[in-house]
């Protein structure tokens, strides 16, 4: 064993005296010692990190440059999973990274392990295809163990911001969409004993065109819709994507399961009341042939309600989706009584709240993806970011565009800087990209509403009325959520906020998408999970009064005749609502809402509510409730009336 340890620190390489630092090799911050000293290198230019989660971080020290002071670069790993690992594959874009050209590490340090083109370290080999140059295959000799480090160099000036890596093996893969080309093309996916699997070619996958492909299978009651499916699919064939082919867009292939889920099956892939478990997830899908080229997802009456959803990891391939709210709805509201199922999303929200998640599993966050400032980055109602991955589109698509993910970076929108921003400006559009009919949202830090403006227009971001010659500061962004383990919380600091584009840093490959393993990463803890999932009805309750005060409602007699008494009730909520009222019983508790008392109330209004004074016999007085999607608020009357 010490044996061992020590090779994994202390790597010799021929000439005697070049080593990685004894360091420990778990450290992941510049400067890396995982690597020796090579050249003009003091140590590793980019570190690969292998996550918990199996993922594979990619890490820069703008420190070191090229070892050979040109184009070759010294890379790192460091293993902190559980498990060992076999082999990664390392992608860089234009890189020509495998196009080895005999001055690899060991021409500089001399090597006195095998290494055939010179650009191994001392425990590891490359697999590379002639016909992929951009990326090449470190296979380990011996499975790097978990804890464990080492090293290799690859062709190029290469940086943290150029590679992508992930674990397992090379895979030719000409349209970029995470699954092999075999996988695509006739006759298909090698299953072994001569049995080849050509599903995804039926379908219609090619080689030369992006795919994306989902599984769904919905609880009854929870199924989304045709209409939304198709919604969602024509989102996917619009995307600003080029093909092989020369034909634009991603097909999206969405194949709903056979059978329905039932209540006890959906409640069996719970962890808890609003968690998903994962490995349940994972092992009721497995079986399925489909493994590996598909996302999967599971739509059902969960707790999580109101239109929310959950995926299993930014990278990942596995989702919940509710978008029907609870199970379950009170037995009065149904004539004939009995309990039935209810979903009130519209086919637009369906389709946004898929798509939405789909684009967590894609490596998509709410601001956008890296690299970006983490509060960027998870910024959730950023004026100038339209894709439905923002809370601001997240139900129905950007208004005047419909649902997309975002088409419109820094050429097209400009970075906000809320302690500067210009009224008469506005959002300016920085090119034609922009529909005419397009519209966003931003927060109006003076009455605590979102208003909807055009861009290219001037905004009164400070809503002071008018539009101030100089720059104002103000939080156009609804106060956001921050992502915690134990919850969420709010952050009101005063910032930048970036624009981003999304179509183009899409991550095809989440979780075992276009792998041949069969092993799921495993399920990110329950606590880092809570951190992946849209805030419940009760949280953004809890948010939403931070950022507003619950107001309080009055209800007072102003009139009454023989047969009736008439309230009047000032309404001041953020958003419109509902108004009922209910006669409150003999022991003080509200009674059921009475027939005929709603009304549709909107913010600043005062409404008159004309009640029967035989619907109050023997009752205390009468409680008027306003609900709205954050709270429901009541005013009782005087006990006499």
């Avoid at 991603?250 to 039932?262: A, E, F, P």
């Avoid at 994962?278 to 239109?307: C, G, M, Q, T």
């Avoid at 990209?433 to 861009?455: E, H, N, Q, W």
């Amino acid at each position: 064993m010490c044996v061992i340890l020590a090779a994994a620190l202390t790597m010799a390489l021929g000439g005697g005296a070049a080593t990685a630092s004894a360091d420990t090799p778990t450290s992941t911050t510049p400067p890396f010692h995982q690597c020796p000293a090579v050249g003009s290198a003091p140590g590793c230019a980019i570190l690969l990190i292998v996550n918990a989660d199996r993922t594979v971080s990619v890490a820069g020290d703008n420190g070191v440059g090229p070892y050979d002071g040109a184009d070759d670069s010294l890379i790192g790993i460091v293993n902190l999973s559980s498990t060992a690992v076999d082999a990664v594959t390392v992608t860089g874009t234009g890189s020509d990274l495998s196009g080895f050209d005999g001055d690899g590490l060991c021409t500089y340090v001399g090597c006195s392990y095998p290494a055939p083109t010179g650009y191994e370290g001392p425990d590891n080999t490359f697999t590379t295809d002639p016909a992929i140059p951009d990326s090449a295959e470190v296979d380990f000799t011996t499975p790097l163990a978990p804890g464990s480090s080492s090293y290799f160099s690859l062709e190029g000036a290469l940086t943290a911001a150029s590679l992508t890596a992930r674990p397992g093996h090379l895979a030719k893969d000409t349209d970029g969409d995470g699954i092999p080309d075999s996988w695509e093309d006739s006759p298909g996916r090698d299953l072994g004993g001569g049995v080849f699997d050509g599903a995804l070619h039926s379908l219609g996958a090619s080689s030369l065109h992006k795919d994306i492909f989902l599984h769904i299978d919905s609880e009854k009651g929870a199924e989304l819709s045709d209409k939304a499916t198709q919604l969602l699919i024509d989102a996917f064939a619009k995307a600003p994507v080029q093909n092989q082919d020369q034909q634009p867009g991603i097909r999206l292939h969405v194949i709903k399961g056979t059978t329905t889920l039932s209540e006890s099956e959906s409640d069996a892939l719970r962890a808890s009341k609003n968690d998903p478990d994962w490995l349940k997830i994972f092992e009721r899908y497995k079986a399925d042939p489909e493994l590996n080229a598909f996302h999967y997802v599971v739509s059902a009456h969960w707790d999580r309600a109101d239109y929310a959803g959950q995926t299993d990891r930014i990278p990942g391939q596995f989702i919940v989706v509710n978008n029907c709210g609870t199970r379950r709805v009170p037995r009065f509201l149904f004539f004939g009584g009995g309990l039935r199922h209810t979903c009130a999303a519209s086919d637009a929200d369906q389709a946004a709240n898929l798509m939405h998640e789909l684009g967590h599993n894609l490596g998509l966050h709410h601001g956008g993806a890296g690299p970006m400032a983490t509060d960027d980055l998870e910024d959730q109602f950023k004026p100038n970011y339209l894709s439905v991955m923002s809370y601001n589109f997240s139900h129905s698509g950007v208004p005047g565009i419909g649902l997309t993910y975002s088409q419109w970076g820094p050429a097209s929108l400009p970075v906000l800087d809320e302690n500067s921003l210009s009224e008469p400006a506005g959002i300016q559009k920085l090119d034609n990209s922009i529909p005419a009919a397009a519209r966003t949202f931003y927060y109006c830090p003076a009455d605590g509403k979102m208003r909807t403006v055009k861009l290219g227009a001037g905004i009164d971001w400070n809503c002071k009325s008018g539009r101030e010659p100089s720059p104002v500061s103000a939080n156009i962004d609804f106060p956001r959520y921050v992502r915690q383990k134990d919850g969420f919380a709010f952050l009101n600091t005063k910032r930048t906020l970036s624009p981003h584009e999304d179509w183009s840093t899409l991550l095809y490959g989440g979780d075992l998408i276009g792998q041949s393993s069969t092993t799921y990463p495993g399920p990110i803890a329950l606590a880092d999970q809570r951190a992946l999932a849209e805030p419940t009805r009760e949280e953004r309750t809890r948010l939403a009064a931070e950022v507003n005060p619950i107001p309080t409602l009055t209800a007072k007699v102003t009139a009454r005749d023989r047969s009736s008494v008439t309230l009047t009730v000032p309404v001041s909520t953020t958003t419109d609502g509902v108004l009922t009222w209910s006669p409150v019983e003999p022991d003080g508790s509200p009674g059921q809402p009475v027939p005929g008392s709603t009304v549709r109330a909107g913010n600043g209004q005062t409404f008159e509510v004309r009640i029967p004074l035989n619907a109050l016999t023997g009752r205390q007085g009468v409680v008027v409730n306003f609900t709205n999607d954050d709270w429901t608020v009541s005013g009782v009357t005087p006990t006499r009336l």
